[in-house]
Each structure stands twice: as C-alpha cells, then as structure tokens.
C-alpha cells in the first residue's frame, strides 16, 4: 500500500528531475529548490503523529508570518512568470502585509517607535518588476494609492529603513527573545543591509536575501525542528526590561543606523566626485599627449 511518505519520496525526485531539465536561470532553480522543501516539509506533516501538539503553542503572528510567506513565494513566482503589473501590485500589497503583521506585533507589546516607524514605511511599499535584459529584480518607487505624486519614498530608502527597522527590532523585542529566534531574524536583515550599504545598488536584489532565508528557514522551523532557531545565543536585551527603556534603546539604535546609512551616502558621492575629476583630468591629460605627437607623426610622414 502506498504511504503518503512514499509520495513525498517520488515527488521529491520528481521536483529534482524537473530541475534539471527545465531550470536555465539561478533564479528559478532557486524558486524550485525552494519549492521543493515546501513540498518535502508539507508531506512530512502528514507522518507526524504528534503533529496537533507540535502546533498547540503558535500563536497568532506565526500562523499569519507563515501564511503570508507562502504566497510571497507564490507572488516570486507569479512576478517572474508575467511581471505583469497585477503582478507587481499584488507584490507590493504583499510586502505590505508583511510588514504591518510585525508592526502589529510591536505595538501589541508596546513598542510604539518600531511599530509607528513600520505601519508609516508599509505604505510606501515599492513596486518589483524583472528588468528583462538580465533577469533581475528591479524596483519602482511606490504607494498603496498608486499615485506617483505620493512616492515620497525611494527604492532605496525603503529597504533600508525596511532592513533597519527590523533589525533593529529583532534582538531587542520582547517577543522574539522570549522565544530565542532573535538572532536568525537579525542576520536575515543585516546581512542584506550590509550587502546593499556596500553595492549601493539595487537594493531588490539584496531584499531576496532576507526573502529566501525567510522562506526556506520558516518551511524547516514549521515542520521538522520546533526547537532548531532557538539553539542560538541567549538575548541581547532582558524581556523584562522596563519598556521605556526599550523604546529609547530601539530609537537610538534606529538613529544610529540611519546616520551610517546617510555619511555612507555622503562618503560614496565624495569619492565617485574625487574619481570622476581624477577620470577627466586623465582623460584630458591623454588628450593633450595626443595634439602634442600629432604634428610630430604628420611631419615624420612627409
């Protein structure tokens, strides 16, 4: 008799020989892999007897961060199969959505800074298409009403706020380091900060990073391993910390990481000025050599 851990085993290898034929592309064999460990974890419930209680202590966050994950990969997939505009839309609705289930989770413990500072950028969510001469995701300054004249935010400043925010909240929440998962969550937006803050270019890009952890991370922690994030270092800040004190910490940390964020602006334009008069002064240096040894190989010719 067939078992459904036999179907997962066959779809499984299934999903790996579509890879292998039909996968041109880095990004799409990322989305597959992807799916596959949906798939397997997804099969796996099904041979988990002691599954009902291995759910018993979610609460309403998880079920809404898992959920919406999913149809975020779906979004990834819908984007890269039309980029159509509804495409596009549904995406930026869905980053929306993200964000506003952490900043309900904020203000529910009474972090107003993070949970303020995340509902007011939610709604400037920008606009990802694929740019179709590479392949890669772009973004389009954006908002909620579709109105360019409220594209009051830019692509960049989005993610960066959207990378701050969030790490900045992660090790210092209430939630997260009662449950010992703050430390994944905070690398899965440093590192691409970090990324973007070096690069200082497409910042969409540097966002799949945080995505894709997210998305492979969650399928595991949801099904195999309740336990696997919290095998990590204690927290940073002690849940029972006064709350003031909270906010002003999160507030100054969030301070501190935007005034990087603009002297790493500010540096970047410097240098790209001190390196383009370097560029031209050399350019017209060669130029003068140029004019100088023309008449001198005209008058060897004659």
């Known amino acids: 008799m067939t078992t459904v851990a036999d179907l997962s ?24 892999v992807t799916f596959g460990i949906y798939f397997a974890c997804f099969c796996y419930l099904f041979t988990d007897e002691n599954y009902v209680g291995f759910v018993e202590g979610y609460d309403w966050f998880i079920y809404a961060k898992r959920s919406s994950l999913i149809v975020g990969y779906l979004v990834y997939v819908a984007i890269y199969t039309t980029n159509s505009k509804a495409s596009r839309v549904i995406a930026q609705w869905v980053l929306t959505i993200n964000v506003l289930e952490a900043a309900v989770l904020a203000l529910q413990f009474r972090e107003i800074i993070v949970g303020v500072l995340l509902i007011a950028i939610s709604l400037f969510s920008p606009l990802i298409f694929v740019n179709e001469n590479d392949q890669t995701l772009m973004g389009k300054s954006g908002n909620l009403l579709q109105k360019e004249k409220y594209n009051f935010l830019s692509v960049k400043w989005y993610f960066r706020c959207h990378f701050i925010f969030l790490g900045v909240w992660y090790p210092t929440s209430v939630y997260f380091n009662e449950r010992g998962v703050s430390l994944f969550d905070f690398l899965s937006c440093a590192i691409p900060f970090v990324l973007s803050e070096y690069r200082l270019n497409n910042f969409v890009n540097h966002f799949s990073v945080r995505t894709f952890a997210l998305f492979i991370a969650v399928a595991i922690f949801s099904t195999f391993d309740r336990e696997w994030l919290t095998k990590q270092p204690g927290a940073i800040i002690s849940a029972n910390l006064n709350i003031v004190v909270r906010n002003l910490i999160q507030t100054v940390l969030i301070l501190v990481c935007v005034a990087l964020a603009v002297l790493n602006d500010r540096y970047r334009e410097t240098t790209d000025e001190r390196n383009s008069k370097e560029e031209t002064v050399q350019e017209q240096i060669v130029s003068n050599e140029e004019q100088v040894n023309l008449p001198l190989t005209e008058h060897a010719m004659n």
Do not use: D, E, T
């Open 9 to 32: 085993i066959i779809g499984y290898v299934f999903h790996w020989i579509m890879l292998v034929f039909l996968c041109r592309k880095p990004i799409y064999l990322l989305l597959a």
